[in-house]
């Protein structure tokens, strides 16, 4: 959450609903965790981010809090302070919320440049790096083309839940 984004959003448009990065939340969390502890960490707010509502990833946060918080405070602090920015997605069918899930695409991007370039362990030169993400490119630019799945039905869920703010 960029100090004060999410309140300039709101100012300039107050009818929307701002979500914050679950990625980013769940590094800044891990931040605070060692190292041993961060697999089973984030398998536990996994828990919360992929809970079916609201009300459920409250209780996986309970849950998390019950099991790590003595040990760690400050990255379940993090979620609580949060809390309301963080579970917007949940207002939405799981159709939208695969969409919002993120919202940094960059990072999107970021993350499947590595998923090619993690293959190899070294690289000879610095052109083989060059040359290994321009074809991972190439590879992830062919399905930016591709449609988005369930693409109708997600319209028609935002057609519903915006139907005085979206015209077609």
Partial sequence: NLN???????????????????VH?????????????????????KNIYNAPNKEVAAAELDNLEKKWGGK???AILSWRNNWDDLTVFFQFPLEIRKIIYTTNLIE????????????????????AVKKN????????????????SNWGLIMNQFMLIFENRIQI
């Fill in 4 to 22: 004060g984004f999410t309140d300039t959003i709101r100012t300039v448009f107050p009818q929307s609903s701002t979500q914050i990065c679950v």
């Fill in 25 to 45: 939340q769940i590094r800044n969390s891990c931040k605070y965790v060692v190292y041993k502890d961060k697999k089973e960490f984030t398998a536990d707010m």
């Fill in 72 to 74: 760690y405070p400050y």
């Fill in 108 to 127: 999107n991007l970021n993350g499947k440049i590595r998923k090619y370039t993690k293959s190899k362990l070294s690289f000879p030169s610095d052109d």
């Fill in 133 to 148: 993400v321009y074809l991972s490119l190439m590879e992830i630019e062919k399905k930016w083309t591709m449609p988005i």
